[in-house]
């Protein structure tokens, strides 16, 4: 399994969130607009002492799902890593909204920079990522179908697997899953990310019937002031039931449990992560602090819960080509 800082034995993953950030902005923004963060060795001091947390508390690896165009920075990630303790992985692919480099070339083009970077490194770093992202909105478009044809050819090329952004409350997922199906990509190398959005239990069951990993990291979303318990959508204790049910009906090997958390968030307006910390001020640790806590109180044991946050992670994500 690669990290930021060099490859490590599967078994090292340890506790493993599948899908988190560092700086979700824009590309290059850390270098072009530091200010944006008040400055980039503030903001990798701030982003330090978060993972240090996150670290002691008990989370030994996060997966950075941070792609190119939404600023992905490998050598801040790699000082974060050193001095936090906290093993993070990159990713390649391509995030929502199109750049006009990506935009313009082909899916067959966008798996050879995808796979370039998977084999040859990011830039000049070395560093390999260890998953392919692709992302899709509420309706998928053109752009978005090209870079999941392309995450599918790179995926069955090298054998890394592919970790999606998904609107689960309009079935996203299934969308996603027709996409890699239709190129022959062996549903087991995929996670279809934000799918606690939704509350229905055949959509995500069906998912996980076909093969599919269930990434279950939104819980917080399911928080009051977040507006759960309205409009459909479903409270953390509504989300966390679901992953109970997912175990009770034989999904206990195809669930991730992250918090899509991150120290920096330019692509959103200005204060918006100050406001969302204020409404989930555990950040990170949500999880371990209520959803794990939940889970056991509603009859999940502790293999179930090390399943979903250590050997889930580890098969998926260092289990190399799948057979």
Same mark, same amino acid.
């Not at 830039?123 to 752009?143: C, L, R």
């Not at 999606?164 to 899953?177: F, L, N, W």
């Not at 076909?210 to 819980?219: A, E, F, K, V």
């Given at each position: 399994?690669?990290?930021?800082?060099?490859?490590?034995?599967? +078994?090292?993953?340890?506790?493993?969130?599948?899908?988190?950030?560092?700086?979700?902005?824009?590309?290059?923004?850390?270098?072009?607009?530091? &200010?944006?963060?008040?400055?980039?060795?503030?903001?990798?001091?701030?982003?330090?002492?978060?993972?240090?947390? +996150?670290?002691?508390?008990?989370?030994?690896?996060?997966?950075?799902?941070?792609?190119?165009?939404?600023?992905?920075?490998?050598?801040?990630?790699?000082?974060?890593?050193?001095?936090?303790?906290?093993?993070?992985?990159?990713?390649?692919?391509?995030?929502?909204?199109?750049?006009?480099?990506?935009?313009?070339?082909?899916?067959?083009?966008?798996?050879?920079?995808?796979?370039?970077?998977?084999?040859?490194?990011?830039?000049?770093?070395?560093?390999?990522?260890?998953?392919?992202?692709?992302?899709?909105?509420? &309706?998928?478009?053109?752009?978005?179908?090209?870079?999941?044809?392309?995450?599918?050819?790179?995926?069955?090329?090298?054998?890394?697997?592919?970790?999606?952004?998904?609107?689960?409350?309009?079935?996203?997922?299934?969308?996603?899953?027709?996409?890699?199906?239709?190129?022959?990509?062996?549903?087991?190398?995929?996670?279809?990310?934000?799918?606690?959005?939704?509350?229905?239990?055949?959509?995500?069951?069906?998912?996980?019937?076909?093969?599919?990993?269930?990434?279950?990291?939104?819980?917080?979303?399911?928080?009051?002031?977040?507006?759960?318990?309205?409009?459909?959508?479903?409270?953390?204790?509504?989300?966390?039931?679901?992953?109970?049910?997912?175990?009770?009906?034989?999904?206990?090997?195809?669930?991730?449990?992250?918090?899509?958390?991150?120290?920096?968030?330019?692509?959103?307006?200005?204060?918006?992560?100050?406001?969302?910390?204020?409404?989930?001020?555990?950040?990170?640790?949500?999880?371990?602090?209520?959803?794990?806590?939940?889970?056991?109180?509603?009859?999940?044991? &502790?293999?179930?819960?090390?399943?979903?946050?250590?050997?889930?992670?580890?098969?998926?994500?260092?289990?190399?080509? +799948?057979?």
């Amino acid at each position: 399994m690669h990290t930021v800082n060099g490859p490590i034995a599967g +078994a090292r993953l340890g506790v493993t969130a599948p899908h988190e950030h560092i700086l979700a902005g824009s590309t290059d923004v850390l270098r072009l607009w530091p &200010e944006a963060v008040r400055g980039r060795a503030q903001f990798i001091d701030r982003a330090v002492a978060r993972l240090k947390v +996150a670290k002691a508390a008990g989370i030994d690896t996060m997966v950075d799902c941070t792609t190119a165009d939404l600023g992905r920075n490998v050598r801040m990630m790699q000082e974060v890593s050193r001095r936090s303790g906290m093993q993070l992985v990159a990713v390649t692919g391509h995030w929502l909204t199109p750049t006009p480099t990506f935009e313009a070339r082909t899916a067959d083009e966008l798996a050879d920079f995808f796979t370039l970077e998977i084999t040859r490194g990011i830039e000049d770093t070395g560093v390999k990522p260890g998953a392919i992202k692709g992302a899709s909105g509420a &309706e998928m478009t053109p752009f978005q179908e090209k870079v999941f044809r392309a995450a599918a050819r790179t995926s069955k090329r090298t054998g890394v697997p592919v970790t999606t952004h998904s609107v689960a409350r309009k079935r996203g997922g299934e969308r996603q899953a027709a996409v890699l199906e239709e190129e022959g990509l062996d549903p087991r190398r995929v996670c279809i990310g934000h799918s606690d959005e939704s509350p229905d239990f055949d959509y995500l069951a069906g998912l996980a019937k076909r093969g599919y990993t269930i990434g279950m990291d939104h819980l917080w979303y399911g928080l009051p002031a977040m507006g759960a318990g309205a409009n459909g959508i479903p409270t953390w204790q509504d989300r966390a039931s679901m992953i109970r049910r997912l175990i009770e009906a034989g999904f206990n090997d195809r669930i991730f449990l992250a918090t899509d958390w991150m120290s920096a968030f330019t692509a959103a307006t200005t204060g918006t992560l100050e406001t969302l910390s204020g409404r989930n001020p555990d950040g990170d640790l949500f999880n371990l602090r209520h959803t794990i806590p939940l889970l056991r109180q509603i009859g999940v044991t &502790e293999p179930q819960i090390r399943m979903i946050t250590v050997t889930n992670p580890r098969n998926f994500f260092a289990a190399g080509p +799948a057979t």
